[in-house]
Each structure stands twice: as C-alpha cells, then as structure tokens.
C-alpha cells in the first residue's frame, strides 16, 4: 500500500488557559490515504476543531508527529506553514469568508497572490475554478450580490485554485438551506471522484453520510472510525 | 508577494473605505502645509535679512569714534576725537584680514545745475570706498586715488539724483554745482534701493574726501584730515571677530588709550547688528515651525488611530488571508503600505494646499516669502516618515495575530 497522504502519531495539543491546562487532543494517531472523503464528527469541545486546525497547517501540536504529502509539519515556523498552506491546502469556511466589496473573481484568486502568481494567470486560473463551480456567469460580481450558495461556491472556488493536495471544510453547509446544501455537497462528491482528498468536519450525520469515510472525536480523542 | 500587487490591495482597501480615507488624510493634509507655510514664510525672512546684509557688503566693519551710533552726540570733549585719514590708512595697511578701508565725511547740501536744484547727501569717501561697500558705478566711472589726493572736482551720482535732476538725459560729462563748487559729473552709481531703516540710499552724491572736506563741507573739527566713519571690508577667508580685536587693539594705541581705560570708539559689524536685530523674527518663526511639526504629529497620531480600527475591524480578512498562504511580513507590508499611501496621498494635497497658501501670504506683500523646491521635499519626506512611523505599529500588530482566532473573530 502506498504511504498515506496524512500520517499522525500521538498528536496532543495543550492550550493554556490562565492556570488551567485544557488537553484539545491527547494522543491522536491516524492515517489518511490520498483521494480519501472524511468527515470528522464530534460534539463541540471534542476536539475536532482542533485536529482540524492541525491538518490544515494553521496550528501546530504541542507532541507527536504530523507528516503530510512527505512533509513533517510539527516543527515548522510560523511562515513555513502559511507557505505550506498556500501551497497544499484549500480551506472552505461555514462562514464563507470573502472580501467585501470585491468580485467574485477577485476573491477566488486570492491565495495565488501569496504564491507570487501574476495578474493576468490570477486572473485565467480564478475564472477556470469559478467555471468548474458553476459561476461561470457570475465572475464579476460582488459577494453582497451573491446568494449564499453562490457565495460558497466562489470559496470553494477560491480553495481549489492553488490545485492543493487537501481539501479543508469546516461546516461548510452551516449557513445554508438544505436544497442549497445539497448542491454543494455534490460539488464535494464530484471534486472527490476526480481524486481530491477531502476533510469536512460536520455535525450533521446526512452531510458525514456523503464521506466515505467518518472519524468520531469524543473528550480529544478519536472514538469512532468506520469506513 | 510583490509591491506591485500590495499597492494594488491598499488601493482597494483604502477606496471601500473612501470617507474614513479622507478624513484621515485630513489631519496629515493640514500638517504638511502648514509646515510647508512655516518653511516657506521663515526662509523668506532669512533671504531679507541676507538681502539688507548684501547690500551694506557682506563682510563690511564700522569703526566710529565715541560710542553715539549715527554722527550726532560724541563723547565728552577731547575723549572722542575724528578719525582721520592715517586711521584710514592703518586699518587698510597693517590689519591682516582687511581687503581695504575707506574714510566718510558726509554732510547735507543743494545741488545745482541749469536751474534745477536738489538737496541731497554729499559723501566724501576715499577711492577704495566702491570695493569696501561693493556699490559700483552702472555707467562712467568711479574716481581715483590720485584724484582723492589732489582733491580733484568730480562727482559720481546716486540715482535718485540723477532722476532728479537730468530726467532723462546724459549726465556724463556735465558740470554740476555743489554749494559754489562746480564739480564734473563721471559716473552714475547703480541703484541700491530702501535701506532697512527706510531711507532712499540712491538719494546721495559721492565725492573725493578732501575735495568734500577743503571746497563742500567746510567743517571746522579741530583735526587734521577728518572722517566721520570708516568702512573696512573684511576678507571672507578671515575671522571678522579676530579682525575686530586687532582694529580695537590698532586704535587703542593710536588713540593712546591706558590700559584699564575704555574705548573711545567703536567697532561694529553690520551683519552681525543686522542678524541680532532680526534674530526675535527667527525664534518667532522657529516657534511656528515647532507649532506646525506638532500639527503634522497630531496627524500622524490619527493616522495611526485610523490603521489600529482598521486592522482590528478587518481581522477576519487577516485571518482569511493567512489560512491562504499569506505571512507575516506580507500582513504587516500590506498596512504599511496602506498607511505610507494614506500619508503620501495626504501630503501630495497638503504641498498644493501649502504652495498655494504661502503662494497667497506672498501675494499680500506684508511678509517676505520664499517658496524653495526642497518644500516638495519635505513634504514627501514628512509624509513618508509619518506613514511608517505611525502605520508599523499597527501593522506589526496584524501581522502577529494567530490565524485560528483571527477567523474566529466576530
């Protein structure tokens, strides 16, 4: 079998809280193979959020190793993991997160201004994501002109346009009407047969459903992981 | 990330925010012109003081007997005694540092020719007098040493005199009358304008001293060859304050002053009185320029108060930006830059605004302005330091916040 895409050994992450100590994670290990759809499941406090925020590179354990695509992430430096998630990670928020006031477009290219892209190929590779996403008609215009179905797909937009290895969503139908949801989730499920490895975190079990894959977190620690 | 593509993402940031833009600009845009003013208005008062210095001759001493500024009143009888023309002559001949020295006797008479008539200054000076003042001649001549020696009748003219009295025509090579000496006329002097006291300067004749003392004047002084005054010119490479001591020091013998006694005379450097008399306008508008530098801070503090809200408003976009790739320098550049353009923007506005203003105070004709290219200068320079100065701490602080909370913001 070839080497998983994600490897944790022994995660712990311990926040600080005046005297207080409070154990997020104590001692997660698991695998995740590339081209795998995992939800991640758990009551709030469990620390899902906190795994979560660990593989996408925008916090780092306090023990333990985490390999991703070959690259050890527990020791890297602050900018290290702003360029790794640049380059590697697309994040999907529940509340979407776009800039005000600029289009559509704009919005999906975004991360390639980090990576050094210029204008002109921002611009073609945030129109070819918007396309895929169905907002092909839509380019120009401003998050307050979307709905919020069109709005999450613009953030997806903008998640896919770096091409990265994971695909990072948290709660990503929240903020939706189950018609609108479902919509995005097939945008998931399409995305994901042609060979994007996804991670959604959820607490909604029809949304878990759609993985192929789910991970029950319970007190930081994994309870649950069936196929 | 290149600068390129930060400026662009200032622009955007600060043009969704167009009036909060402005009004921020605003505290920078008055700083900036009024200092631009105060700049302008102070270096206008120091070019008309360097002005009246150059036009007595930059590096010129007075030597006076008795301790009366201007002819009138003299020290007690036998204690100030004229100087004369051997005076004249040490101070040109044994000073080092003294390009040249000339003698003045002057006096009040009317001046004649084909029925006109004008009352004017005669000056009786030594030859040397025209370089000592740096006052020359514009057409003719001015007279020689061999002419002050032999007293000869010649006269050079002051401009006021010429208008005067001749209008329009050549005075050159015309006879006038002084008193009932009748003088030729060999030179025109140029026009030197309003002393700093008000008075027309080109209203004067100048003579050879011995004929202003043996034919015009005719004072009676109890002194062998007498002069009023004497003018020495300093060498610009020389210390006039050791050449002030070693005239003192000359004088005190010549005199024949007892050590422990005072001088009888006085020596004065005309620039030096001049600077001193002008050096309250200095601090006056030094002051102004501390009240604008302190405008131009009150600036910058709101500049920095702006860039603080809006970091802090805009930390869930700080957030998103660093989920996606962006570092720390990338945050901090991305608000410094925003800040620098702010200011710049706001001091391109305050040097119009300021030009314009000190364009205006100019045009009133009440103060001397002067408006020099470096204002542009100082306006960029001011508004960049103040964009940096006040826009890195806010800046720094974004760049530091930790992406998870920033996202989690509300």
């Known amino acids: 079998m070839a080497a998983p895409l994600i490897r944790c050994r022994d995660l712990t992450r311990v926040y600080r809280m005046g005297d207080n100590e409070v154990h997020a994670l104590q001692g997660v290990s698991t695998d995740i193979a590339e081209g795998d759809y995992v939800a991640i499941m758990g009551p709030s406090g469990s620390g899902k959020s906190t795994f979560m925020n660990m593989i ?3 916090d780092r354990p306090t023990s333990g190793t985490l390999e991703i695509d070959g690259e050890r992430l527990d020791n890297m430096k602050p900018d290290q993991l702003a360029a790794f998630r640049g380059r590697r990670v697309g994040f999907v928020f529940q509340q979407f997160n776009l800039l005000p006031r ?12 980090y990576a050094g ?6 611009k073609a590779r945030a129109e070819a994501r918007l396309k895929q996403v169905g907002l092909g008609e839509r380019m120009d215009h401003q998050p307050s002109q ?4 069109q709005q999450q797909r613009v953030a997806i937009a903008r998640a896919l346009v770096n091409d990265p290895a994971i695909l990072l969503a948290d709660e990503p139908t929240g903020a939706l009407d189950s018609q609108t949801s479902e919509e995005i989730l097939d945008i998931f499920d399409q995305l994901n047969r042609e060979g994007m490895t996804i991670i959604l975190v959820t607490h909604e079990a029809e949304v878990a459903e759609h993985a192929k894959r789910q991970i029950v977190f319970r007190d930081g620690e994994i309870v649950e992981d069936r196929s | 990330m290149n600068l390129l593509a930060a400026i662009r993402v200032a622009l955007v940031a600060l043009r969704v925010n167009a009036l909060r833009t402005a009004l921020a600009m605003l505290g920078v845009i008055i700083g900036v012109s009024a200092v631009i003013v105060m700049v302008s208005v102070t270096e206008g008062a120091k070019a008309a003081v360097e002005e009246q210095i150059a036009s007595f001759g930059a590096n010129l001493l007075i030597i006076r007997p008795g301790s009366s500024a201007f002819g009138g009143r003299h020290g007690g009888a036998g204690t100030a005694t004229f100087l004369n023309d051997e005076d004249v002559n040490a101070i040109a001949t044994e000073i080092d540092g003294v ?11 009317a001046i004649v020719v084909e029925g006109e008539n004008w009352t004017t200054r005669v000056q009786g000076v030594h030859a040397a007098y025209f370089e000592t003042r740096d006052w020359f001649p514009a057409e003719g001549r001015p007279f020689y040493p061999e002419e002050v020696n032999s007293g000869a009748r ?5 401009q006021t005199v010429v208008e005067e009295l001749f209008g329009a025509s050549d005075p050159i090579g015309q006879t006038v009358r002084l008193g009932s000496t009748p003088m030729e006329v060999i030179g025109v002097m140029s026009e030197k304008g309003q002393s700093s006291w008000g008075s027309d300067q080109d209203d004067v004749v100048l003579v050879p001293v011995t004929t202003a003392r043996d034919r015009i004047l005719g004072y009676q002084l109890g002194v062998r060859d007498p002069v009023f005054s004497v003018y020495a ?20 013998i010549r005199r024949d002053i007892q050590p422990g006694a005072e001088d009888d005379f006085n020596v004065r450097n005309l620039g030096e009185f001049i600077r001193a008399r002008n050096e309250t306008e200095n601090q006056l508008g030094l002051l102004l320029a501390a009240a604008a530098a302190i405008s131009l801070l009150v600036g910058g503090i709101g500049i920095m108060n702006i860039m603080l809200v809006s970091t802090t408003e805009r930390t869930r976009e700080i957030g998103l930006r660093l989920a996606v790739g962006a570092k720390r320098a990338d945050i901090r550049n991305q608000f410094l830059i925003e800040s620098v353009m702010l200011c710049f923007t706001g001091g391109l506005i305050g040097l119009a605004i300021g030009v314009g203003a000190a364009a205006y105070i100019d045009s009133l004709d009440e103060f001397p302005v002067q408006i020099q290219p470096t204002v542009a200068l100082i ?7 103040v964009g940096v100065f006040f826009g890195f701490y806010p800046a720094h602080r974004a760049s530091r916040l930790d992406p998870i909370e920033a996202l989690r913001f509300e």
């Open chain 1, 146 to 149: 979307l709905s919020g179905g």
């Open chain 1, 102 to 113: 600029t289009s559509a477009v704009e919005n999906a290219g975004l991360p390639l201004i």
């Open chain 2, 233 to 252: 010119e300093v060498s610009p490479t020389a210390n006039p304050d050791i050449v002030t001591a070693d005239i003192e020091d000359l004088m005190r």
């Open chain 1, 117 to 122: 892209i210029e204008a002109a190929e921002r």
């Open chain 2, 154 to 158: 010649v006269v050079v003219l002051g």
């Open chain 1, 56 to 58: 996408g590179a925008l």
């Open chain 2, 99 to 109: 390009l040249g020295a000339s003698g003045e006797i002057s006096g009040n008479t």
């Open chain 2, 379 to 385: 306006a960029i320079g001011a508004s960049a330091f």
